[in-house]
């Protein structure tokens, strides 16, 4: 068993489904939550429910607030991209120096920010494709298995082996940067697409075309952002990723249908800001990226 305790700031679908397949592994675990009612809400449900195939796991974690004074040595930093700079600035005096951050964040932009605030960190930046869905508060169904790389160039940290030992596929790369803008690409050509159709990712197969077209402008774009591996194949990787969690919900769906504000600003907002900086023309993904504001705005919900 670890010496150390992971503490997990963001109960949402991937959060939680780390949260409890590292405690099934016997690592200790600790939910950060942010106040006193998601707390005692966190503590009468009893702890997070984690179904995957056809059962259904409690795991009680325990569970502190973010003022509390306990010393964070490893931090996973689940909360969504808009989120995820404050969080980093309240929790820095309790984050050690050295201490080991994985950020999973969706997009690009939060992870600079992030590092800001906890200097004194090792923060290593994680791209996942795993397919995960929250089925109520506390309740986490996991929908596809997937694959995790993380990176900060620098050398492997001998804790990845209790992520491999938890189930949790990891892979250690150079260059981090190429596998966060390919997941942009690949998050550009699904989410979107399941918030206009209202459909889980398995569904956007039937939309082959619609699909290669968004991902022959993407291509376009990574080549102009100096980022040629993440390019290609890309089409071929979107395909795969719809296949592997046909059965899920994307994260934006996800927020959409929560009514809550989605990461738009870090996924296709920051690709548009991108193609704009390099007076690149995407006329699909412009479209696309209008019609998306257009339908949060007609459902009262941030276009940023």
Not at 80 to 105: F, H, N, S, W
Not at 167 to 180: H, K, M, P
């Amino acid at each position: 068993m670890s010496t150390y305790r992971w503490h997990v700031l963001g109960a949402g679908s991937l959060g939680s489904l780390w949260a409890c397949r590292l405690a099934a592994a016997g690592v200790p675990v600790s939910l950060l939550l942010r106040s006193s009612q998601r707390l005692l809400q966190y503590q009468q449900a009893g702890g997070l429910a984690l179904q995957r195939a056809c059962t259904t796991e409690q795991w009680p974690l325990p569970a502190e607030l973010l003022s509390a004074e306990v010393p964070i040595s490893h931090l996973l930093l689940a909360c969504k991209a808009y989120d995820a700079e404050a969080a980093a600035l309240a929790l820095a005096p309790r984050v050690l120096p050295g201490a080991q951050v994985l950020l999973l964040q969706n997009g690009l932009g939060s992870q600079q920010a992030v590092r800001q605030h906890l200097a004194q960190a090792r923060c290593i930046a994680v791209s996942s494709t795993e397919g995960a869905f929250r089925q109520a508060d506390w309740q986490v169904v996991q929908a596809g298995v997937g694959q995790n790389w993380l990176g900060d160039g620098g050398e492997a940290p001998a804790w990845l082996a209790d992520l491999r030992a938890a189930g949790i596929a990891s892979q250690w790369v150079a260059n981090i940067d190429s596998r966060l803008w390919r997941k942009l690409a690949i998050n550009c050509a699904i989410n979107p697409l399941t918030v206009l159709l209202g459909c889980r990712n398995g569904e956007l197969a039937q939309h082959h075309a619609t699909l290669a077209t968004l991902c022959a402008e993407l291509e376009q774009l990574l080549h102009h952002c100096g980022q040629p591996p993440a390019a290609e194949p890309l089409l071929a990787e979107v395909q795969r990723v719809i296949q592997a969690t046909a059965a899920n919900y994307s994260s934006m769906h996800q927020d959409v249908q929560r009514r809550q504000r989605t990461e738009i600003s870090f996924l296709l907002g920051h690709a548009m800001a991108q193609a704009h900086r390099h007076r690149l023309r995407l006329p699909a993904l412009a479209a696309l990226h209008t019609r998306l504001q257009g339908h949060l705005r007609a459902l009262g919900l941030p276009v940023n």
